[in-house]
């Protein structure tokens, strides 16, 4: 972890940005990449790609572009993509759920450990392959499975409280699935994820796009 | 809809952000706000929030702030909030099913009208308040129930297939949360929900402090 120090300060959009090329290479396996090529296909202008690359360590070559492998693993860094994570997830119903059993969280060393609810109908009957447990289990388990990241997906009126125990229980994130709200003290990181932000993202698009009468893709 | 007229510009990172500041004012209620107030709960320099809000035709005042219902109408307007929408899902497993009946999607007008699978055995029974319609329904559907909205909630191998159908339906915009990159013509909106870039952004964040040692949250 040591070469992460440095990256602290990235403004939010840059590390937004860097996630977008991050997943971009991920997905488009080759040995150079330029600017225009992924500005392009990613809907960033050339030099803004340019200056957040030029936050990195690894530096491009004029006319050729960027090793991809070097881009990849700086990256990765950057993300603590190596770094591994216990996950509890709070809240059985569809969403915590369906992120129980998400796939894709293992390429990225994060093991979801513990599905928790307070319904005493569903503690104990699995969802996928998670047995549930009570949310009364919750301090003793998150210590037992050394837990780093606690997901919230109960209903709103729940979020506060359900942090509040994550939080006594010594998690260092939370990521809040919940649509409310929630304060959690500042050692504790917290990341709020809103669907409905992507729907306004849509909703933006297609009332520009209403009156405008034009084809052109708002970037999303 | 006519106003939404000169709001097609917005650069990315300023629309992100103007939906940050509509979510904490939807949250707060209050009469008048500052740009270092909100600002401040979020993370946001106040120069940065003052010039983002430079955009909207309402301008605040110095020294008392912005009127919280101006603004509100405006970034209402922004993200097409009155606009109605149909949302039909495709893909009706646990994450399809969260988010065919997630109660979030009301408020902003939105409505979910159908969900389809390709699975037979899921045709025909109902998930939440849902009856399953098989894929091949699609075209179909998506003109009689005028669907403008495809999410689509497959596993990543057949999302692009989805795509394409919901595409030769008619469909304006798709929001894909499955992990795979699709693509679509010009003219369809394409908003990705990627779920694992949460989770590499509280990576980052612990990664950081890991050795920072100090208790600065990162803003997610």
């Not at 957040?52 to 006319?63: A, E, F, Q, T, V």
């Not at 990521?175 to 409310?180: D, I, K, L, R, Y």
């Amino acid at each position: 972890m040591e070469k992460t120090r440095g990256y602290g300060s990235l403004p939010k959009a840059t590390l937004g940005r860097l996630h977008m090329y991050y997943r971009y290479l991920s997905l488009h396996q080759r040995d150079f990449v330029s600017s225009e090529e992924m500005g392009g296909a990613l809907g960033v202008l050339p030099e803004q790609v340019r200056k957040d690359l030029s936050y990195l360590r690894y530096k491009g070559k004029p006319r050729v572009g960027y090793r991809v492998s070097e881009l990849r693993k700086e990256l990765e860094e950057i993300f603590g993509v190596e770094l591994e994570l216990n996950m509890a997830i709070v809240g059985a119903g569809r969403l915590g759920g369906a992120i129980a059993n998400y796939e894709g969280f293992e390429r990225y060393r994060t093991r979801v450990v513990a599905l928790f609810d307070k319904d005493p109908a569903k503690v104990g009957t699995y969802v996928g392959k998670f047995r549930v447990r009570s949310v009364d289990e919750l301090p003793e388990a998150v210590r037992e499975l050394q837990v780093d990241v606690g997901a919230i997906c109960v209903p709103p009126d729940a979020a506060q409280e359900v942090a509040d125990r994550l939080v006594e229980s010594g998690v260092k994130a939370i990521w809040n699935f919940s649509p409310s709200q929630i304060k959690v003290p500042p050692e504790v990181i917290l990341r709020d994820e809103d669907i409905t932000r992507g729907l306004l993202m849509i909703k933006h698009s297609i009332a520009v796009r209403s009156f405008r009468g034009d084809d052109r893709t708002p970037e999303l």
